[in-house]
């Protein structure tokens, strides 16, 4: 009787939520490159490529022939790709700040139950992996609503 106790489990606020959640964004966004380098400096190699592409692209624009307006298509996109990753990587930093912790969690109480159930679904997130391209969309859509939830932290 007195073994069979459960061990409760541990209450996650908002603030360790959000964490895991940009964690594992940033984490998905870096996956191929060598574990060899450390977290920060892969982030960091990840958005010199798509600085890289974007120039590469953007030299390559014309709207006078098929070729340069897909250039065109694929600046905006990896633009798009690049800007996204900075405002993640930028979060993340200041979650990284313990001393934040209590601050961040009072202004993320609003968007408590939003930022609840994108948890939910990256926790549970083996259940999107089956295929790359479905894979791909949920991190997505993952990276989408987290932006928006955490959009007011400016």
């Not at 679904?121 to 083996?126: D, F």
Request: glycine share 2%.
């Amino acid at each position: 009787m007195f073994g069979l106790f459960k061990e409760s489990e541990k209450d996650i606020d908002t603030y360790e939520q959000t964490s895991t959640i940009l964690h594992s964004l940033l984490t998905y966004e870096i996956r191929d490159l060598p574990l060899r380098y450390e977290f920060w400096y892969r982030v960091a190699i990840r958005q010199e490529e798509y600085r890289s592409l974007q120039a590469e692209h953007r030299a390559n624009i014309s709207m006078h022939t098929a070729v340069g307006r897909f250039h065109k298509v694929q600046y905006e996109a990896t633009k798009q790709k690049c800007a996204k990753l900075e405002r993640l990587a930028d979060v993340y930093k200041v979650f990284c700040i313990e001393e934040e912790r209590q601050a961040l969690n009072h202004r993320l109480h609003f968007h408590k139950e939003t930022i609840a159930e994108i948890y939910r679904h990256v926790h549970n997130k083996e259940l999107y992996t089956y295929n790359d391209s479905v894979q791909q969309q949920f991190w997505e859509a993952v990276s989408e609503d987290i932006l928006k939830a955490i959009a007011h932290l400016d």
